[in-house]
């Protein structure tokens, strides 16, 4: 059986010490740091499950300015492929790009600075048949050609071919203007991805929220085949709860809320909801402060997000948030998120059954509550291990991830 250690000690690894304060330590026999093939100076990673290993891609300087690129591990890291390159990159530490597969096919996202101001940028995407060799010329899904803020993006697959959704700040240029989410299905993605990058029409672009929070991340997945969006929402009274949005036949549903936290805050928290599903079960993670009372929540949904259940609070008091999510195979859910100690901060997690049965906390890394830290990403590898990646802003800053056995999360122990 898997222990926990309940201490503040740190454990020895092969690598630079997990260590942290905040609820119970990984046992070092469950877990083990790994080296990236990140270089010094590298930031913002993101992990994506694929075929037994992870995809994993990062931002890093280059004389060029920086690249984004990514690399596959299934024991060993493969190369790393440079997806884009250049000295226009908006390198931000909430705002991150990602790597995602659908049928086959790799894609990515990165964000690329227009020339009017520190908030004009928009996205970039593009995609690869050779697993990341080649990548296709970059293509950017809102043509409104405004000098606004668009970001914040998830991709999401469907029967029809695969999507993005975004954060789309074109009606920002007019005093009053909001913050709205969008969607649009890319050119070339029919057929489960099968077409050729190009092949076909992109859709057109669709109005999933016409006022959101400004700059929290989003996420999504494709429950029993309707795609489901869950972001921050901006309501009248400055309200910032989590909503979903389901698309049902061309039109995106009003969004609701998970909960009704009524989290009354008069700007951006930069703390987004993740979300995971499995059949048509969903779980929703997400950060809130009602009154000053800062929370980490999880809801679950067993109707592809037509209703959630009540949350159940997860944190030890004062968590920061920036929150992940990913569903076990008996239908719980395992969570990340960053909670401050008395004398460290540390990614801290915990397992959560739909009948709300809460597992112990477990800390799995020190890091920094600095923005600098970013948002912590997980993923399955296998069927019994996960593993984590997160910046760690010391010195010139880096990315690190670290393995760990699913068995530490065994509610029975």
Known sequence: MTTVVRACTALAMSAPVLWGCAGDVADPAASAEIATPAAPGAGQPYLEPSGGGVWMSWTEPTTAGHRVAASYFDGTWSTPGTIAEGDAFFVNWADFPSVRVFGGRLYSHWLWRGGQGTYDYGVRLAWSDDRGATWSEPWTPHGDGTPTEHGFVSFFGDENGVWAAWLDGRAMVEDGGTMSLRARMLPGTRAGGTD??????PGPETVVDGMTCEC??????????????????????EIR????????????????????????????PVNGPAMAARGADVAVAWFTAPDNRSEVKVAFSGDGAVSF????????????????????????ALVTWLEAGDASTAIV????????????TVTLAAT????????????????????LAWTDPAGEGRVRAAIFDLALWDMAQ
Not at 241 to 265: M, N, Q, T, Y
Request: hydrophobic share 35%; net charge negative; charged share 30%.
């Open 196 to 201: 050729p990058p190009g092949g076909t029409t």
């Open 216 to 237: 929290c991340q989003t996420d999504a997945v494709v429950v029993d085949g309707v795609p489901v969006v869950v972001y921050r929402d901006r309501a009248e009274g």
């Open 241 to 268: 709860d989590i909503h979903v949005s389901r698309l049902k036949g061309s039109g995106w549903e009003p969004g609701g809320a998970v909960h009704d936290d009524r989290w009354v805050f008069g700007g951006c």
């Open 309 to 332: 259940e009540p949350p159940v609070r997860l944190d030890g008091g004062r968590p920061i948030g920036r929150v992940d999510v990913v569903m076990l195979d008996d239908g719980s």
């Open 349 to 360: 997690s915990r397992r959560v059954g739909p009948d709300g049965t809460l597992g112990e």
């Open 368 to 387: 920094d509550a600095a923005r600098a830290s970013g948002f912590p990403r997980m993923a399955r590898l296998g069927t019994d291990r996960l593993m």
